[in-house]
Structure formats: C-alpha cells, structure tokens
Nanobody, 123 residues
Framework: QVQLVESGGGLVQAGGSLRLSCAAS????????MGWFRQAPGKERAFVAAITRSGGHTYYADSMDGRFTVSRDNAKSTVYLLINSLKPEDTAAYYC????????????????WGQGTQVVVSS
C-alpha cells in the first residue's frame, strides 16, 4: 500500500502561483505512476495531470491550457503540481493519486488517493 499526503494549498489571488506537494510513504514510490485530479464544488473529480514512474513523461488534460506542470522526485517520494497564473475557476480540492497504469486520465486506474488539499483563488 501507499499512503499519500498532499500539502501546499491555500488562498491565493488570481494571477499568483502555487506548488502543491504530495508525499508518499509505504511501498516503493517509484513503482507507481502518479496523477493529480481536482474537484470543484458541485462538480465531479477531474483529471489534471499525470507523470510516469521515472518522471520522463508527463500528460495533461486538454483543458489545463499550459499553466500546470507536474514533476516528481523519486528520492524524496514526492510528486509536485505547479500551477501558474491562477484563475478563480481553479478553485478546487486537489488530489494526488498513485496508479499502476502510466499516462492514465481515468479515475478508475488510480488505486491510492490522498485526502486532498484545498486551493481557493480570489479575484
């Protein structure tokens, strides 16, 4: 099993940046592909980005418009999501998740989930 804990969320003004972190413990972090999802109030959880086990390839939802960057540090068992030029519509709970499937945007392919970190963007 893998335990995931997100951090780095908060209240930020539109135009600002945030770097979310997700620290993993338990089974070998590098054996999992990692993904980020977000869930806005009243909406379904949506795929944001994914990164392969090695970190050599990243994959983003089409709607993410280039403002998001996913990365990982396997030595630190941590995956990151950098969000630039934040917009009010980015307000959501952000979740990291671990999967045995690489480059997946499907909720069902992710086996382990963190508890989420809240991002609120003010206009």
């Amino acid at each position: 099993q893998v335990q995931l804990v997100e951090s780095g969320g908060g209240l930020v003004q539109a135009g600002g940046s945030l770097r979310l972190s997700c620290a993993a413990s338990g089974r070998a972090f590098s054996s999992y592909a990692m993904g980020w999802f977000r869930q806005a109030p009243g909406k379904e959880r949506a795929f944001v980005a994914a990164i392969t086990r090695s970190g050599g390839h990243t994959y983003y939802a089409d709607s993410m418009d280039g403002r998001f960057t996913v990365s990982r540090d396997n030595a630190k068992s941590t995956v990151y999501l950098l969000i630039n030029s934040l917009k009010p519509e980015d307000t959501a709970a952000y979740y990291c998740a671990a999967s045995g499937v690489e480059n997946s945007d499907s909720f069902w392919d992710y086996d382990y989930w963190g508890q989420g970190t809240q991002v609120v963007v003010s206009s």
